[in-house]
């Protein structure tokens, strides 16, 4: 799940936002994408804030919006108007005063709005994580879904590719207990692995902004508990 503004998806793949959402009704036709506008109160208004894109990852999976995704505040509208800068329309007005050559949106400045909607950075999130760390953290629905003969070896895999992509390896068991904690959550309607997927993207972010950061576990455990996620975990 990721809230873009659909100006800055078009200009980066180059085409016009008409041949964008054309392109976008064919994917949702296929199931392959399910995206909404979302909004925000600014002004004693509902104003348009962005998209939210679902994707689907799994062959005959079908892409899904939640009710929690579209009631979640991806944003401060209010605040990021303020600011001058925190806009998508902020942005595109900086890069008319850019030399031609450069007037461009990078899929890095679209990552930074993924992590943290309404700001791009000078410097965009650059992340180390190993492999194809966020296919994983991306498609973690699938482990409440798989066939329950594959589902431990479903579960090794993933947690194993999260422990070496958080570069937490010696931690291994506690990401399996983790994953598995949140699969029970997910089949008692918690909506747990949506919530593990938001925090471990945001985890992604902190890998690469702090430096010699040494226990992403126990970080992530402090995110869980501030969200009031852990304790419904019912860790024990």
Not at 32 to 49: E, M, Q
Request: aromatic content about 10%; charged content about 25%.
């Amino acid at each position: 799940m990721i809230h873009q503004p659909v100006e800055l998806v078009a200009l980066h793949l180059g085409i016009s936002r008409v041949t964008f959402y054309k392109h976008l009704v064919s994917l949702q036709a296929l199931g392959l994408v399910a995206s909404r506008g979302h909004v925000s109160s600014y002004g004693g208004l509902a104003r348009k804030d962005g998209t939210l894109f679902a994707v689907a990852f799994k062959p005959g999976h079908q892409a899904r919006l939640r009710y929690e995704d579209l009631k979640h505040k991806w944003r401060d509208l209010s605040a990021d108007v303020a600011s001058g800068t925190r806009t998508a329309w902020a942005f595109l007005q900086g890069l008319q005063s850019k030399r031609l050559k450069d007037r461009e949106v990078q899929i890095d400045h679209l990552i930074s709005w993924a992590v943290t909607p309404g700001k791009i950075d000078k410097k965009p999130v650059k992340s180390d994580c190993k492999g194809d760390l966020q296919e994983y953290i991306y498609s973690l629905e699938m482990l409440s879904e798989a066939h329950p003969k594959d589902r431990k070896a479903l579960v090794d895999r993933y947690a194993q590719a999260l422990a070496s992509g958080f570069l937490d390896a010696s931690n291994l068991n506690f990401w399996r207990k983790l994953l598995w904690q949140s699969i029970k959550g997910e089949w008692r309607g918690l909506g747990s692995l949506y919530q593990l997927q938001n925090a471990l993207t945001r985890l992604t972010a902190d890998v690469a902004e702090w430096q010699g950061l040494r226990a992403p576990g126990a970080l992530l455990v402090a995110r869980l508990r501030q969200a009031g996620i852990w304790d419904s975990l019912q860790f024990t």
